[in-house]
Every structure is written in C-alpha cells, then in structure tokens.
C-alpha cells in the first residue's frame, strides 16, 4: 500500500512537496514508485512528473473532486481516478491538464454532483448511490438483485445498451457524462455487536436490525422488504455510527469498509449482494462539450482504459488486500481485524430476491419504476438491463469479462 511506502516520510515534507509540487504531481509520482521511498526518492519522481505535466501550456485546466479519495484508499478500493487522470494527461500531451482534489477538500460523496452541476468542478468520483440525491435518473443502476454478480456489472458498463438505458439519459437529464466505475454489490456490514453471534446465514437473522442507508431511494425499498429498518447516514458519520452502536449495521460493499477504515468495527460482511455499489467518476457536460473532437475522444479513450484497469486492479485487491474471499488471506486488512464474511449460499440469496426484488415483489417498486422508465424516454429500464446483465453464464468471473468501447456499439 502507498502508505507503507511513505512510512519513511513524515507528514510535514510530504505536505512541502505537496506546496512545491502540487498535489496531483506529487500523488502521481509517489503512485509510480516501488518498495519503500526516501523523501528525495519521491522529491526526484514528483519534480520529474511535474515537469512532464507542464512541459506545455495546457488548452484546458480542470478539476475533479475525488469525494474521500487519496493515495492511500486508492489501492484499497481501486476506483481509479488517478489512474485516469494521468492517462489523460499523457495521452492529450498536456492539452488537458486535471487537478486531483481528495480527502473531502472540495466535495464530500453526498455534493460532488451538485457541485459538478454547478461548474464548480468538472469531474467528479462518488457512488452513483450517494449521488443519487443530485441526480435521481442513477436510481436506475439500483434495482434489488437486478445483477447477479460483479461479472454481470462490468458486463454492463462495456455494454452498448448502457448508453441508452443511463449514459445517454444521465447526459440528457442531468448534465453529466457516466465515464467509468468500480463494480461491487452491496451487502449489510455488521458491528461489533455481532462479534460473539454466529456468522449469518439468511437476511431473516436479521429482521428488525437498524441499518445504514446511502442517498438511493431504490436501496430504501429493498431494505424495507426485507425488515431491515434503512437509516438516512451520511457517509462520513456511518464509522462513528458503527463505533457507538447507534446503528446495527451498514448496507454498503466489502472494498467501501476497507477504504473507509471501518474494518475495525465491522465485525461480518454479509454478502447479501442486493443491489449495485458502483463508485463512478463522471464529467460535466458542459466541459465536455468545450473539447474539440480528438480531446472528447482522448476523455472516452482514458476513460475505456481505467474501465480495464478497475475491473483487473479491484477484483485483485478485493481477495489481495481487503480480505474478501474464501478463504482469507492473511495480512489483508479484513483478516487483521477479524471481519468474517458472511458467504450466503445460493438458496438464502434466493429467498432475500424473493423478499425484496421487482420480479417477485413489484408493487412496491411501480411508483418508482414508472417514474425512472419516463425519465428514460418511455424504456422498461428494469427488464432492459436485467436481460443485458444475464447475456453471460452466472459463474463467469469479473476479471474474464472481455472489454469493449460501450459507445461504439
């Protein structure tokens, strides 16, 4: 992890290279290194990457708010910011020049959207679900048990259909370009209240518990079906939540609580896998559209290539560095501070979809369905994807799916 890498660096000459440098520059070059680095190490790759970055005027400077992101958690959870904004930068020769802000700086996962919206900044990285309060149409990707894997996901995202079931509606509705995410499913992330309880085995286990909830309304449904009390938490207070037992639980994914230094009071991961946790990174339209044909193909090129990137890097750090897999590697961060996943087996996901999903429970989802499918032009939003997630074998694994340019059909 870069944070074993720059054990040696104290915190005062990392922020001087930082003034010196400049965030992304030193991010970037420290990104680059291998095995441990000395300050004059990473001082030498930051001063190099800097001159590469501004060897030219750039045509276009822009932002993007990376929500709680920083070198750190970005080899936890490899959503791939950084990796795209370097490949943009080198592949544009400098045309287009991206300031990476992190840990909260400018937005937090709740407003990077808005602040998108607003011009403010011209990129952002968030879970679609979280951003859902400034741009509902994502609601779309949240469907209980609408994908069957992670591999069925990334299936999706290269698929040419999502450019008419979300790219195109996200840009037409709410200004914004869906460039790439991070697939991974969402579970109930338990407490230390369940240290000492035996490992789940079936969401009737946990009836009546009092979990978190992100900004989606579709999760809120699910939750609700299967008697697991959602409470509206904003993302940067579900730690202290967890910590004082205000809450049971946490529906989010396995990478999301490794990142977010939750391990420690997580105690089961309970691999519901009910709906999407997608942590995607979007542009602004309107930025956009001030590119020149090459530049707009430069953002979608960058874009495909950290799409590859994620779905290999995520997968490997998912069973390398957090910890979730069967069995447990030791030494990842899960393993560590004793969090058991909790591997429900096919029968006891079957009865949850039962519980929760359009397909069996559709009442309680036409007021919302109805409302995503007129915002899509007039589309069955729930089947359409439900078949494109379901064109490859269940068992296939996330890392086989093969890549392709959505937009090129």
Request: proline letters at 4%; aromatic letters at 10%.
């Amino acid at each position: 992890m870069l944070s074993r890498k720059l054990r040696n660096i104290s915190r005062r000459d990392l922020l001087r290279l930082t003034k010196q440098y400049g965030l992304t520059s030193t991010l970037l070059a420290a990104g680059s290194l291998t095995g441990a680095v000395s300050l004059a190490r990473l001082a030498e790759a930051a001063n190099s990457t800097y001159e590469k970055r501004f060897k030219t005027p750039a045509k276009h400077n822009f932002k993007l708010g990376a929500a709680g992101f920083n070198e750190r958690n970005l080899l936890i959870e490899r959503a791939g910011a950084l990796q795209f904004v370097n490949d943009l930068e080198e592949r544009t020769d400098g045309a287009i020049r991206v300031e990476f802000i992190g840990n909260n700086q400018i937005c937090g996962q709740l407003d990077c959207v808005k602040k998108t919206q607003q011009g403010i900044i011209d990129f952002f990285a968030a879970s679609t679900q979280n951003s859902a309060g400034g741009a509902p149409y994502l609601n779309v990707l949240d469907y209980a048990y609408m994908f069957p894997s992670r591999a069925s996901q990334y299936y999706f995202l290269y698929h040419p259909g999502s450019m008419k079931v979300l790219r195109e509606p996200m840009r037409e509705r709410h200004k914004l370009e869906f460039l790439f995410s991070h697939a991974e499913l969402r579970g109930i992330q338990l407490g230390l209240g369940w240290d000492d309880k035996p490992t789940v085995q079936s969401v009737t286990e946990l009836a009546g518990t009092k979990n978190r909830v992100t900004g989606t309304q579709l999760g809120r449904i699910a939750m609700e079906l299967m008697n697991l009390n959602p409470t509206p938490i904003a993302w940067s207070e579900t730690l202290d939540g967890l910590k004082q037992g205000l809450i049971d639980g946490a529906e989010t994914w396995a990478a999301a609580v490794a990142y977010a230094n939750m391990s420690p009071v997580v105690s089961q991961s309970v691999n519901l896998e009910f709906f999407c946790g997608t942590e995607h990174t979007a542009m602004s339209t309107p930025s956009f559209e001030k590119l020149d044909g090459t530049l707009q193909d430069a953002v979608m090129e960058s874009a495909y290539l950290t799409q590859v990137h994620v779905q290999a890097a995520n997968e490997a750090s998912l069973v390398n560095t957090v910890g979730f897999s069967d069995p447990q590697l030791p030494n990842t961060l899960f393993a560590e501070h004793g969090v058991r996943v909790a591997w429900l087996s096919d029968a006891a996901k079957k009865e949850a979809e039962e519980m929760c999903s359009p397909e069996f429970q559709p009442g309680p989802w036409e007021k919302w369905r109805e409302r995503i499918n007129d915002w899509s032009g007039g589309m069955d939003t729930y089947t359409f994807i439900y078949d494109i997630a379901r064109e490859i074998p269940k068992d296939t694994l996330a890392e086989n799916v093969e890549p392709r340019r959505w937009w090129k059909g």
